[in-house]
Nanobody, 119 residues
């Protein structure tokens, strides 16, 4: 079993930055692929960024390329999402997720953290 706890959400003005963190426990963190999803009101939960275990390969949604950066610190069992040049349409609940591979990454979920971008 893997437990995921997100932090770092909040209210920010358009053009600003935020860094989300997700602390993991319960399994060997470095073997897990990690991802950030987001869900806006009335919309589906979409993947934003993902990062593989030991190799650190990354994949981003087109909507965030060049603005968001996912990274991980295996010594701290933590994955980060650095968000820059934020837009009002980035407003959503952001969820951390984990799974065995980059393409099978919905095995475990955090509780979510709210990000609100004001115009």
């Amino acid at each position: 079993q893997v437990q995921l706890v997100e932090s770092g959400g909040g209210l920010v003005q358009a053009g600003g930055s935020l860094r989300l963190s997700c602390a993991a426990s319960g399994r060997t963190f470095s073997t897990l692929a990690m991802a950030w999803f987001r869900q806006a009101p009335g919309k589906e939960r979409d993947i934003v960024a993902r990062i593989s275990g030991t190799s650190g390969n990354t994949i981003y949604a087109d909507s965030v390329k060049g603005r968001f950066f996912i990274s991980r610190d295996n010594a701290k069992n933590t994955v980060y999402l650095q968000m820059s040049s934020l837009k009002p349409e980035d407003t959503a609940v952001y969820y951390c997720a984990a799974g065995p591979t980059l393409y099978n990454i919905r095995s475990y979920w955090g509780q979510g953290t709210q990000v609100t971008v004001s115009s």
